[in-house]
């Protein structure tokens, strides 16, 4: 009786745990993150992430950013250009695209996605690889 009290106990911590190990997983990507950032985005989006208006858009509070997970993962793929509109705001600028891997995109953006003020879920590097096959071929 007792070994099935065990567990059914590990069993209900299970999610618990997992959780934490989500968590610290995010926070580690994060880190790497943000030296990505700093080397390749801070010049344009500000260490804040507050952009310049008119200029580069703002990536903190962002309504842009945070409403399309694949459309951010190709932007930092491939770039942008043309118009958009950012927090009621109109951009129409230019960002070239990124030689970066699979998990150093999902780490710039997981740094992005959940830094000043934004809060997302963990991008992983398959998501990644998913968009960049997607819009290869």
Not at 112 to 133: D, F, H, L, M, Q
Request: proline share 4%; aromatic share 8%.
């Amino acid at each position: 009786m007792k070994q099935i009290q065990t567990i059914l106990c590990l069993l209900a911590l299970t999610p618990i745990l997992l959780s934490f190990q989500q968590d610290d997983e995010l926070k580690t990507s994060m880190v790497r993150g943000k030296e990505i950032f700093i080397a390749n985005c801070v010049t344009c989006h500000m260490q804040n992430g507050e952009g310049i208006e008119g200029v580069y858009p703002p990536l903190a509070k962002s309504d842009y950013l945070m409403s399309d997970k694949v459309r951010a993962i190709k932007q930092v793929l491939e770039g942008a250009s043309g118009p958009m509109t950012v927090n009621g705001i109109q951009y129409n600028g230019f960002m070239a695209g990124f030689d970066l891997s699979d998990r150093e995109v999902s780490d710039v953006l997981n740094y992005i996605k959940n830094s000043w003020g934004n809060k997302s879920e963990a991008i992983t590097p398959e998501e990644v690889k998913s968009v960049r096959w997607q819009f290869m071929y």
